[in-house]
């Protein structure tokens, strides 16, 4: 579990500077230059984020169970899974209607990813994980409605449209065969 927390710590930790410490990043780009500070960013975030998915395999070897499975849940993370990945391509997707009333598509989407898996699974190391991006994604989500919005591209009927069927092509991509592929899980068994 060391090796998960260090790398959450690290990914999120540097993903939370402009939220949390917004003072402190200045500082670091006049300090490095603005590629400087991209190039220690993109450094702290990739072995960061190599830390959780090494931690999280080595705690899936040994799982600590918290509680029994809650029958069925997987159905109810896959149906959440579904508009966190509407919002997911609501955030790429250009002139939709979801970004243009949400204005932060990604952070909302990534807060439903985190609550579908923390419903889903039951271990340690899934509370560490999805608690984390959970807490992480609330925080910026919070800092970022407390800066001045930047208005979105008002949306159309074929950027929405064209948004929720990338959506839902991503989502059946991952519940019916990447998810199990990529991980061992089949979200909605077999």
Same mark, same amino acid.
């Given at each position: ?6 790398g ?12 949390? /410490?917004?003072?402190?990043? &200045?500082?670091m780009?006049?300090? !490095? ?7 220690? %960013?993109?450094?702290? *975030? ?6 959780? =998915?090494?931690? %999280?395999s ?7 169970? =918290?509680w ?6 997987n159905?109810?993370?896959?149906? =959440?899974? !579904? +508009?966190?990945?509407? &919002?997911l391509?609501?955030a ?11 204005q ?13 898996h ?8 899934d509370?560490?994980l999805?608690? *984390?991006f959970?807490?992480w ?5 919070? $800092?970022?409605?407390?800066?001045p ?6 949306? /159309?009927?074929?950027? /929405?449209?064209? /948004?929720v +069927? ?7 991509f991952?519940a019916?065969? $990447?998810?199990?592929?990529? &991980?061992g ?6």
């Amino acid at each position: 579990m060391t090796w998960l927390a260090l790398g959450l710590a690290l990914f999120l930790g540097i993903h939370l500077t402009q939220a949390v /410490t917004p003072r402190w990043r &200045l500082a670091m780009i006049r300090q !490095l230059g603005e590629k400087g500070w991209k190039g220690a %960013y993109t450094v702290v *975030s990739l072995i960061g984020f190599a830390l959780i =998915l090494w931690g %999280y395999s080595l705690a899936r070897q040994q799982p600590v169970v =918290l509680w029994p499975a809650i029958r069925g849940m997987n159905h109810g993370a896959a149906a =959440l899974m !579904l +508009v966190a990945m509407v &919002l997911l391509a609501a955030a790429y997707v250009p002139r939709n209607h979801l970004k243009a009333k949400l204005q932060h598509p990604m952070t909302l989407a990534v807060k439903v990813w985190a609550f579908a898996h923390l419903i889903a699974n039951n271990t340690l190391a899934d509370i560490m994980l999805f608690g *984390s991006f959970l807490v992480w994604a609330i925080l910026v989500f919070r $800092a970022a409605r407390r800066r001045p919005a930047v208005p979105a591209a008002p949306g /159309t009927a074929a950027g /929405t449209a064209a /948004t929720v +069927v990338l959506g839902v092509a991503l989502w059946a991509f991952f519940a019916f065969w $990447a998810h199990a592929a990529w &991980l061992g899980i089949a979200p909605l068994g077999r």
